[in-house]
């Protein structure tokens, strides 16, 4: 149902003249020099827009549409809640059934000696509110100089101060003033950009862990809190860890006592194969972040999922200083949790997690066969419904195009005109692909072609250019 009669130019005219975009040219968006799409319907993996253009979305939104568009009994779970009880605040020990229910849901979802779970709106907000657990834990035990966190160089972990500081991306630093002085980063886990020659994936990883106790020791263990980690890295650039790599780092972190947050907003909820990123790569998390497929994005809705040890300290806080004072007024939203519910119903019904390993390994064997060899493709990688091709000058030499060329940019330019949604990550020039989990070995299919196509489209114009 049409929210007005206005046609699809004068959208665009009102987007421009209002909306303030997230990661986006403003001053060209103003002018309308940048595509301005009005989204106006979806089915499956399907979206359009208002002047009916279809595409196949190979990247389900943001990562976040795993059980695809269309899910009547996500929809109808909101529609029943709004009806009954649309708000009420979880603070002060007040409670209600689809929080509570959410909450013993995603404990047991997860397993691991998790506990509790803390309820936002966002994977920011959640990371914000593990960063100052972290810290209210070590004040608690009488460490209030153990406050630093250590990232990875390419991690993303939200955009806020703290969160935008724990992101590795340079992008989403310049000119905030960002990353605060408690952040460190350190090695990105990418053996095939940076491993050193004849290093093999193993060998790789434990030098990753050594340049983490390295930096351990530089600043001192007493002062360094915590350590977070997607278990796929996302934004960055979809990049599976080599192997070893989590049982390597586990090991330094318990060496120094060193909280572990598993960054789990991509990777959680069937997305790699398994139930969490962190049971595939045996992953022994302090505190779990949960957001994008908790939902599927029907509403917004994340988690803090908080451990055994944390939460013995948190409960020993209050004891002796009273209620702890964190909170975000729409933290256990009813609509989202009854949402958050029907997903997770969701997906133990239709088996989303078998599904996931049997079209997983069909499309990355298709890439593979489809890309590898490819002139200007350095790398095909991947793990459950997540892929990425990675563009290079020289995929044997490592070597990458200039950034001028926007390489990866045109790629998914390409790719659009040929009827998918993909992503030009922000790190490389780097198609990545989370399309929804239910998508079919057809469709599958659909992406492979149509990534073989424009790759090969954009190989053209860079030799009628002469850049290659």
């Avoid at 100052?132 to 101060?161: A, E, F, M, Q, T």
């Avoid at 724990?166 to 605060?180: C, E, Q, V």
Wanted: with cysteine; aromatic share 8%.
């Amino acid at each position: 149902m049409r929210l007005s009669n206005l046609g699809t130019e004068q959208l665009r005219e009102k987007d421009r003249s209002f909306v303030f975009h997230p990661s986006t040219h403003l001053a060209k968006h103003s002018r309308g020099e940048t595509p301005n799409r009005i989204m106006a319907g979806a089915e499956g993996v399907y979206i359009w827009d208002t002047e009916g253009r279809r595409s196949l979305d190979g990247f389900g939104g943001l990562y976040c549409v795993n059980m695809g568009y269309g899910c009547t009994e996500i929809a109808e779970a909101i529609a029943r809640q709004a009806h009954e009880l649309p708000f009420a605040h979880v603070y002060a020990s007040q409670g209600t059934e689809p929080v509570a229910l959410l909450a013993e849901a995603v404990v047991e979802y997860f397993g691991q000696n998790m506990r509790r779970v803390y309820f936002g709106l966002s994977g920011s907000d959640a990371n914000e509110t593990n960063i100052k657990l972290v810290w209210y834990y070590n004040n608690i035990l009488g460490r209030p100089d153990k406050k630093k966190i250590i990232s990875r160089n390419r991690g993303y972990h939200g955009s806020g101060l703290v969160t935008g500081s724990l992101t590795g991306l340079p992008f989403f630093h310049n000119f905030f003033d960002l990353p605060l002085d408690l952040v460190r980063h350190t090695t990105t886990p990418h053996h095939y950009r940076q491993a050193h020659d004849g290093e093999g994936e193993e060998a790789f990883s434990r030098r990753c862990a050594d340049e983490l106790e390295a930096l351990i020791l530089a600043e001192g263990p007493q002062t360094v809190a915590a350590f977070i980690g997607e278990p796929v890295l996302g934004t960055g650039g979809i990049v599976p860890p080599p192997k070893g790599y989590w049982t390597a780092i586990q090991g330094v972190l318990d060496k120094y006592d060193i909280l572990l947050i598993a960054d789990e907003v991509v990777c959680g909820f069937a997305r790699t194969g398994e139930k969490f990123g962190s049971h595939l790569y045996g992953v022994r998390p302090d505190f779990v972040t949960i957001a994008k497929g908790l939902s599927s994005a029907y509403l917004p809705i994340s988690g803090s999922i908080i451990g055994d040890r944390v939460w013995s300290v948190l409960e020993q806080g209050t004891e002796k200083h009273g209620p702890l004072g964190h909170g975000w007024t729409y933290s256990g939203h009813t609509l989202c949790a009854a949402a958050a519910l029907a997903n997770i119903k969701l997906l133990k019904e239709k088996n989303i997690l078998e599904h996931v390993r049997d079209v997983g390994p069909y499309w990355h064997a298709r890439m593979k066969a489809e890309l590898e060899g490819h002139p200007i493709v350095g790398e095909v990688r991947g793990v459950g419904i997540l892929s990425a091709v990675e563009l290079m000058r020289d995929p044997e030499g490592r070597i990458p195009f200039e950034p001028a060329l926007q390489i990866g940019a045109r790629a998914a330019a390409a790719l659009f005109e040929n009827g998918i949604i993909g992503r030009a990550m922000p790190h490389g020039d780097i198609l990545g692909y989370a399309p929804p989990l239910i998508i079919t070995r057809k469709e599958i299919d659909i992406i492979v072609d149509a990534t073989a196509k424009s790759i090969d489209t954009v190989y053209r114009e860079l030799k009628v250019e002469g850049a290659i």
